[in-house]
T-cell receptor, first 115, second 113 residues
């Protein structure tokens, strides 16, 4: 199984809603990532989890709250978002820390629209 | 200046043509990745390489570490190859920590039948 599965595929939410994005992988990867991608732009790194611990937060606003309940799951909790937060949210995983980088596997993304 | 530059930004080809997409980078890297993204879709990793050349089917990727340059070639292109091709480089985020992927802006390839 070399898949990273993201749910839901599409999400429309109001600015006062609370929702969560989910990401799952069963490749035994110990590094997991959240990226945000606006239309026709490259992905921007948001968070990195390593061995279920948050290792990098790229100055992301607190209305985005990541969570890694176990080594296979990564969540992104959303609260009080703004319309400019509408984007494709991509999850990725890789083998983890080590002497050499390893291949990154990406999910299909969640297309988020904030109304 | 972007740390990862790709060219061309847009490329239109006829089915069967040989295609080359170029990537130059200005930072020290541990590896270079070529990724494919179909419109509105997720990203698929095509290659990860740190030296030399790799081939997978009709796709070939090369890297020249000294010149900080990589190329992605597609032989006998097909309309299903139409997608955005993204070059990304791995570098350490902080010492002893994970790698960070820095992405180029992508090349939109359209292959017409």
């Amino acid at each position: 199984d070399t898949e990273v599965t993201q749910t839901p595929k599409h999400l429309v939410m109001g600015m006062t809603n609370k929702k969560s994005l989910k990401c799952e992988q069963h490749m035994g990867h110990r590094a997991m990532y959240w990226y945000k991608q606006k239309a026709k732009k490259p992905p921007e790194l948001m968070f990195v989890y390593s061995y279920e611990k948050l290792s990098i937060n790229e100055s992301v606003p607190s209305r985005f709250s990541p969570e890694c309940p176990n080594s296979s799951l990564l969540n992104l909790h959303l609260h009080a978002l703004q319309p400019e937060d509408s984007a494709l949210y991509l999850c990725a995983s890789s083998q983890g820390q080590g002497a050499s980088p390893t291949e990154a596997f990406f999910g299909q993304g969640t297309r988020l629209t904030v109304v | 200046k972007n740390e990862v530059e790709q060219s061309p930004q847009n490329l239109t080809a006829q089915e069967g043509e040989f295609i080359t997409i170029n990537c130059s980078y200005s930072v020290g890297i541990s590896a270079l990745h070529w990724l494919q993204q179909h419109p509105g879709g997720g990203i698929v990793s095509l290659f990860m390489l740190s030296s030399g050349k790799k081939k997978h089917g009709r796709l070939i990727a090369t890297i020249n570490i000294q010149e900080k340059h990589s190329s992605l070639h597609i032989t006998a292109s097909h309309p299903r190859d139409s997608a955005v091709y993204i070059c990304a480089v791995s570098s350490f985020l902080i010492r002893g920590s994970n790698y960070k992927l820095t992405f180029g802006k992508g090349t939109l390839l359209t292959v017409n039948p």
